[in-house]
């Protein structure tokens, strides 16, 4: 079975850090390009950063350009998002996501890890 | 940027009703539009890539279509698991962008 589960997410203070994990299973992670979205509560999905399989491509939203960093890790598994200067607007719930092999539609979902920034 | 734009904003229907949802585009994204299905509490699921063709699982009720700019989804048929709000997204360029979504509720 195909499953992405995201942790590292909680409550931290503005301009504090977090990193947020992605373990990937039931496919060949090494073979994807992955990408990090977020949604705001009541809002709709945001694209926040992307990362190519080999890690040579990486792009990110302006809103957290310089701010976030994603990286992986083939051999583990695992997607990263270094977060830090936190802001409030940066409140949500995290998602990685998979595209499809001949698409760039996000076919696969994890469940999401909820980050809260407030004082 | 490319701005979504999806309309309207609240569709309100009942079962066994069609259902027509909008999404425009602020340039030409080609083909390369998809739309998610999201529920309280879950992540979104991918409905359709390339506009009009159907995710794995997604029943025949479920259309897409358009190009370039203008985009449709409809459902024939609602059933009560349909009611849901939904998301077109296009991914032509850098960054991804979402429509706001549109709620589909009795």
């Known amino acids: 079975e195909v499953q992405l589960v995201e942790s590292g997410g909680g409550l931290v203070q503005p301009g504090g850090s977090l990193r947020l994990s992605c373990v990937v299973s039931?496919?060949?992670?090494?073979?994807?390009?992955m990408n990090w979205v977020r949604q705001a509560p009541g809002r709709g999905p945001e694209w926040v950063s992307f990362i190519s399989a080999s890690s040579s491509i990486i792009y990110y939203a302006d809103s957290v350009k310089g701010r976030f960093t994603i990286s992986r890790d083939n051999a583990k598994n695992s997607l990263y998002l270094q977060m830090n200067s936190l802001r409030d607007d940066d409140t949500a719930v995290y998602y990685c996501a998979r595209p499809g092999s001949v698409y760039d539609a996000f076919d696969i979902w994890g469940q999401g890890t909820m980050v809260t920034v407030s004082s | 940027e490319i701005v979504m734009t999806q309309s309207p904003a609240t569709l309100s229907v009942s079962p066994g009703e069609r259902a027509t949802l909008s999404c425009r585009a602020s340039?030409?994204?080609?083909?390369?539009l998809a739309w998610y299905q999201q529920k309280p509490g879950q992540a979104p699921r991918l409905l359709f890539f390339?506009?009009?063709t159907r995710a794995a699982d997604i029943p025949g009720r479920f259309s897409g279509g358009g190009s370039g700019t203008e985009f449709t989804l409809i459902i024939s048929s609602l059933q009560s698991e349909d009611f849901a709000v939904y998301y077109c997204?296009?991914?032509?360029?850098?960054?991804?962008?979402f429509g706001q979504g549109t709620k589909v509720e009795i």
């Open positions: 340039q030409s994204v080609g083909s390369k």
């Open positions: 390339a506009a009009s």
């Open positions: 039931g496919f060949t992670f090494s073979s994807f390009s």
């Open positions: 997204q296009q991914y032509n360029g850098w960054p991804r962008t």
